[in-house]
Nanobody, 123 residues
Framework: QVQLVESGGGLVQAGGSLRLSCAAS????????MGWLRQGPEKEREFVAS????????YYTDSVKGRFTISRDNAKNTVYLQMNSLKPEDTAVYYC????????????????WGQGTQVTVSS
């Protein structure tokens, strides 16, 4: 069992940066691939980024490549999402998730979810 709690969301101007954190409790954090999904206003939940158990391989959706970086610290049971050069279209609730597969990392393939953190990017 893994419990996930996100933090770090907020309101930022376009071009700005935010760093999301996801703290995990439970002993099994290092057994799972970790990732972030997001759901914008009136949109379906979509994949953003994922990383392997060791953190050595990462995947990103095309729209965030070069701007977002996912990382994890297994000693701290935490996964991060550094978001730079934010755009208004990045506005969404961002969810941290844990699952067995780093790819595909989708709503129907993950086991555990955080409660989500709101990111709002103003133009």
């Amino acid at each position: 069992q893994v419990q996930l709690v996100e933090s770090g969301g907020g309101l930022v101007q376009a071009g700005g940066s935010l760093r999301l954190s996801c703290a995990a409790s439970g002993r099994d954090f290092s057994r799972y691939a970790m990732g972030w999904l997001r759901q914008g206003p009136e949109k379906e939940r979509e994949f953003v980024a994922s990383t392997t158990i060791s953190g050595d391989i990462t995947y990103y959706t095309d729209s965030v490549k070069g701007r977002f970086t996912i990382s994890r610290d297994n000693a701290k049971n935490t996964v991060y999402l550094q978001m730079n050069s934010l755009k208004p279209e990045d506005t969404a609730v961002y969810y941290c998730a844990a699952g067995p597969f780093v790819r595909p990392f989708r709503s129907d393939t993950v086991y555990y979810w955080g409660q989500g953190t709101q990111v709002t990017v103003s133009s």
